[in-house]
């Protein structure tokens, strides 16, 4: 890149720094009272203590209701209590099977699976178009959309969270889920998980919970439940009453929980009791055999002193009561469909999600009433109450999906940079021998990166070189012998070592994915004078099945394997940010609930994005406009745009080429890109970082315009042929003054020292200078 555009982009930085660019507000964080960790009440929980759902005032009197009950059949009435599954990602075949749901029975809901954003939107709209009555809308979203559907802003797992102390900024999370849902013209979210996880061996639970504290996972979920319901998306609590200690998935099978029912009101139960008392709209209750509430054996999902006798009676609940999966092995397996779901029903659940065979349990339920074992009266009540929540969703202003942005929109600037932020908090440092974290002295060492479970470049990797010089090596996770024994004489030439544990499960079953090959080569990894730090990228509990950590001289935990959680782990070990994080469930008898480490951050540029330092988060937005039209217009071929602020890299990207496509050197061959690691020339900087910035200060004070000539300025200049020129053009390059003026030859008695340095040719220079190398 020349000069002229070098320096050309420089200006541009500098004035895309100012105070006038940056000072645009931060998006505000809601801070009402109404937000605010409350205290949970100590009383015992009745209707008239608890807060109202929030479709209480459409449970009421409701025109609109009212006008549609009277539109719908018996049978219809009884179609609206069911949600069936719904998939962007299948064949037409399986979409039209859900349409002829809707078309010849009238469904009330569909609940969307995997996907992406834009299929699914063009498939809902289909699907309301031939819905009688429009549909309620459900997705188990419990990390954001992003959790079902592809091309989607995804949050951080509960657990990853579960230990962070900014309570607040999971309303803020409710309110982006929400909004996500909205845009996809949802209505109800199958979260949060308020599971208390006190049961590392739990297969189905785990890290979708936010840990083994109750108080911890009552605050937290209440805060996400509001930040939804505040946003006009309901939320439904579950798994009633309780699904955290169990070691069998409901999935597969009907879990058995062996607790008696003082540790379930104390426990399990606590949640769910402050969640109903401060107005949670919905509850999912589970597949789950608990004789201590019922001894019949019946799964909790079938059970009427559960659902009746628990959560409506005893505890008060009045909002909507949605069944977990009715096709899981944990109520299909002794229940068969259509007899499951009529049990459903005489239990008390509101909404069935998921039948395997909705005709058979339309009819099976109408043969009940026929009987008397059901009331027609009942069922409409209930179908009345899903209607009210339609209508409190705004169904009865339906509208169409806009698909235009509709990408763009699901994710936000505001949302990305609320993810990486909850990832900050969260990374958790469980040992730091002699405080090695962050590193010191990087000129001192050799360091290598070694990748456990993949042989492709991580994240982590990446973000390891953007601090320092480095090696990168890998191994398989299931490595030979001879490979752990390469690989440990390969990595003695390097002071220290940065494990990173990849590719990890997040099932007890697999042991998380530690393998034996694993702990072996971290047990023979370190040597005398040698440092080596492991980052675990998975689940809390695979932490307690990495033998040997002691040896370690640091231990970070990072949850998860994304990208957020790699980039922010080479912060933290380089002293980009502070660690913060905490345990959010005990894991051995080390590391038990609470442990973490905090270390010093901002001794090195950190990472986030541009509302992290003030700066408004539509500033990436604007720079591609800037250098995608500079480079349109050929004011060059390409750049690399780096703006920190504060210690803070906040935005960092490449754009172009290194040349025209049509510049002779190329021949008819592709341009290589920009890359954000491309070294660049910088010339001239005592323009931009003392001239520019004078002039910048200058012109605020009156004293300095770019349109004043030379000839105003310097008196030396006037009836000279440059007495005229603007400073406007002078330092834009454009004035046709001469480019470079070669001062060496004009040099043509150097003495002293000098004579090192200056020669009458180019090549004389040129070995001057290799001897003073030498």
């Known amino acids: 890149m020349s000069f002229p555009r070098f320096f050309s982009l420089l200006l541009l930085l500098l004035v895309l720094l100012s105070p006038a660019f940056s000072s645009a507000q931060r998006r505000s964080q809601k801070s009402s009272s109404s937000t605010r960790t409350a205290r949970i009440p100590a009383t015992k929980s009745a209707k008239s203590r608890n807060l109202p759902v929030p479709f209480a005032s459409q449970l009421g009197q409701s025109k609109w ?100 102390r900014e309570n607040q900024l999971l309303y803020d999370m409710g309110t982006e889920v929400a909004a996500q849902f909205k845009r996809l013209g ?35 979920s209440y805060l996400y439940m509001k930040g939804m319901q505040d946003a006009g998306v309901l939320a439904v609590a579950k798994h009633f009453p309780g699904h955290g200690d169990t070691d069998t998935d409901s999935h597969l099978a009907l879990p058995l929980l062996r607790i008696d029912r003082k540790r379930i009101d104390t426990l399990e139960l606590f949640p769910f009791k402050s969640l109903i008392q401060r107005g949670v709209g919905g509850m999912m209750v ?19 002193p559960i659902i009746q006798g628990l959560l409506k009676q005893k505890l008060g609940f009045e909002g909507i009561i949605f069944t977990d999966a009715m096709n899981m092995k944990g109520v299909i397996s002794k229940y068969p469909p259509g007899d499951a779901d009529l049990r459903a029903l005489l239990a008390g659940n509101d909404v069935l999600e998921f039948s395997k065979n909705i005709p058979l349990a339309l009819r099976m339920v109408r043969e009940a009433i026929n009987k008397g074992q059901l009331s027609q009266a009942d069922l409409d009540a209930r179908c009345r ?90 191994l398989p996770a299931t490595a030979s012998m001879d490979e752990l024994t390469r690989m440990r004489e390969t990595l003695k030439g390097y002071s220290t070592i940065l494990v990173g544990v990849n590719n990890l499960g997040r099932l007890p079953a697999t042991n998380f994915g530690v393998t034996p090959e694993t702990n072996v080569l971290l047990r023979e990894l370190g040597g005398k004078g040698q440092k080596m730090i492991v980052t675990v990228f998975g689940n809390a509990y695979a932490v307690a099945k990495i033998r040997d950590l002691d040896r370690a001289d640091a231990v970070v935990l990072a949850y998860q394997e994304s990208k957020n959680a790699q980039d922010v782990a080479a912060e933290i070990i380089f002293g980009g940010v502070s660690a913060s994080g905490q345990l959010p469930v005990t894991v051995s008898d080390r590391y038990s609930y609470g442990t973490g480490l905090p270390t010093q951050g901002g001794i090195r540029l950190g990472y986030s994005f ?165």
Not at 410 to 428: D, F, G, I, M, R
Not at 684 to 691: N, P, Q
Request: net charge positive; aromatic share 8%; hydrophobic share 40%.
């Open 385 to 474: 109450k899903v209607l009210a929540l339609k209508e409190w969703a705004g169904l009865n202003r339906y509208r169409p999906i806009d698909l235009k942005n509709i990408t763009a929109d699901l994710n936000t600037p505001h949302a990305q940079y609320l993810s990486q932020h909850l990832t900050e908090l969260s990374v958790t440092v469980l040992r730091n021998q002699k405080n090695l974290i962050p590193l010191q002295r990087l000129d001192t060492l050799r360091l290598a990166t070694l990748t456990i479970g993949t042989k492709d470049t991580t994240d982590f990797q990446r973000m390891v070189a953007d601090y320092a010089a480095v090696r990168h090596f890998w």
């Open 186 to 220: 949802m209505h109800v979210n199958f979260a949060p998980v308020i599971d208390v996880n006190n049961n590392a061996a739990n297969p189905v639970i785990g890290f979708r919970s936010w840990g083994e504290n109750r108080e911890n996972v009552t605050e937290k």
């Open 286 to 304: 589970a597949h789950l055999n608990i004789p201590a509430l019922d001894t019949t054996g019946m799964p909790s999902t079938l059970s009427k």
């Open 610 to 774: 541009p509302e992290a330092v003030g700066m408004h988060n539509t500033l990436e937005a604007r720079v591609d406009s800037i250098m995608n039209g500079a480079v349109a217009a050929r004011a060059f071929p390409g750049g690399e745009v780096l703006i920190a602020r504060r210690g803070v890299v906040v935005l960092r990207k490449s754009y172009g080429t290194h040349s025209y496509a049509d510049a002779p050197a190329q021949a008819g061959k592709p341009s290589r890109p920009v890359r954000n690691d491309d070294l660049y020339d910088l010339a001239s900087v005592t323009k931009v970082s003392a001239a520019l910035p004078s002039l910048m200060k200058l012109q605020d004070e009156g004293k300095f315009n770019p349109d004043m000539t030379l000839g105003q300025l310097f008196p030396e200049f006037v009836g000279s042929n440059k007495q005229d020129l603007k400073l406007r053009d002078v330092l834009t390059h454009q004035a046709r003054l001469k480019a470079w003026i070669p001062f060496w030859k004009e040099y043509t008695k150097p003495r002293g020292f000098f004579n090192a340095l200056f020669g009458k040719s180019p090549m004389r220079r040129k070995y001057q200078l290799l001897s003073l190398r030498k």
């Open 65 to 164: 209701v009212d006008s549609v009950m009277k539109t719908l059949t018996p049978d219809q009435r009884v179609a609206q209590l069911f949600m069936v599954a719904a998939y962007s990602n299948r064949k037409r075949i399986d979409e039209d099977s859900v349409s002829a749901l809707i078309q010849q029975y009238g469904i009330g809901g569909l609940i969307f699976f995997q996907g992406g954003p834009v299929r699914q939107s063009k498939l809902l709209n289909r699907y309301q178009g031939q819905s009688k009555v429009p549909l309620l809308v459900a997705m188990d979203a419990e990390w954001g959309v992003g959790m079902r559907l592809d091309s989607v802003q995804r949050f951080p797992y509960q657990m990853s969270m579960g230990g962070i």
